[in-house]
């Protein structure tokens, strides 16, 4: 008789990521945890599953059959896990919502961001501007961005 063991939300949080990146380097920096971090969670899913996950080639990893027949059952965990957190947390929360980011931080942080927004409010629109800091702040004064990740333009404004 086997033990039976969890798979743990995070676990699957970084295969999804790592599966649409097919790098663990990659989804290190989008998931903002160590490279090894990753590696583990990779490790502990392939232990749960008893199979491997991923052909691991030279920088670059694809999917085994095992890994993509999984993929279908984690995106739907994940799924069922965000939408039992809101209708948990009674958040009705509706609209749109407009953010403002500079192109060289754009393919670094914009997909986090945007997950993480979309699993905490999944009924609010989200319009994406990509534009110099120096566009975006008189734009976010103005009223017509909501939400800005900018650098620092001037000493007196801005976090280093």
């Known amino acids: ?6 798979l743990e939300i995070q676990w699957l949080r970084t295969f999804n990521s790592v599966a649409q990146t097919c790098s663990m380097t990659k989804s ?3 998931l903002n945890r ?3 971090a990753i590696s583990m969670h990779i490790k502990n899913l392939e232990s749960v599953l008893e199979g491997e996950l991923f052909h691991r080639e030279i920088r670059r990893l694809t999917l085994t059959t095992l890994g993509q027949e999984f993929l279908i059952h984690a995106d ?4 069922a896990h965000r939408s039992a957190i809101v209708m948990a947390k009674e958040q009705d929360l509706t609209g749109k919502i407009s953010l403002g980011i500079p192109d060289d931080y754009a ?3 914009f997909p986090a961001i945007l997950r993480a927004i979309n699993e905490a409010y999944p009924q609010v629109e989200i319009s994406f501007v ?4 120096t566009t ?6 103005k009223g017509e961005i909501d939400i800005g990740i900018i650098t620092q333009d ?7």
Not at 154 to 160: A, N, P
Request: with cysteine; proline share 6%; net charge neutral.
């Open 136 to 141: 975006l702040v008189p734009r976010i004064e």
């Open 130 to 133: 990509c534009e110099p800091s």
């Open 28 to 30: 290190s920096t989008l």
């Open 76 to 79: 739907n965990i994940l799924k």
């Open 107 to 109: 393919v670094s942080f």
């Open 34 to 36: 160590s490279q090894s």
């Open 154 to 160: 001037r000493t007196d404004r801005g976090e280093k």
């Open 1 to 6: 008789m086997s033990v039976e063991r969890d």
